[in-house]
């Protein structure tokens, strides 16, 4: 049973992580939060990478991801977006940073 679980989780963020690399952020900002809903760990390196995205709403949703995660790895990239130029991310951010020190 648990196996079967795995495999379908497993499934899931494969089909998530394609979308990432999506063009359209309305493609992979859905994909993000369900990833950072998963709460695997497996998808923090490609989670980290969308924090650079060029799309403000990209990087929130990455960074909402992140602090849902609470992986303390994300901790060095969370903080860089304290300085992003919109105030959404910065926000974000914050929050994620007390969701993850939380959970350390």
Do not use: H, T
Not at 26 to 41: D, H, M, R, T, Y
Not at 45 to 57: A, T
């Amino acid at each position: 049973m648990e196996r079967r679980r795995r495999a379908r989780q497993d499934r899931r963020q494969a089909c998530l992580g394609k979308a990432l690399k999506e063009p359209d952020s309305f493609v992979q900002v859905p994909s993000i939060w369900a990833l950072g809903k998963l709460g695997s760990e497996a998808p923090i390196e490609s989670l980290i990478q969308s924090l650079k995205n060029s799309d403000w709403y990209v990087r929130w949703g990455a960074v909402e991801a992140l602090g849902n995660i609470g992986n303390p790895k994300a901790l060095d990239s969370v903080r860089i977006l304290l300085e992003d130029k919109d105030e959404y991310v910065r926000r974000a951010a914050e929050d994620a940073i007390r969701k993850i020190e939380k959970k350390k």
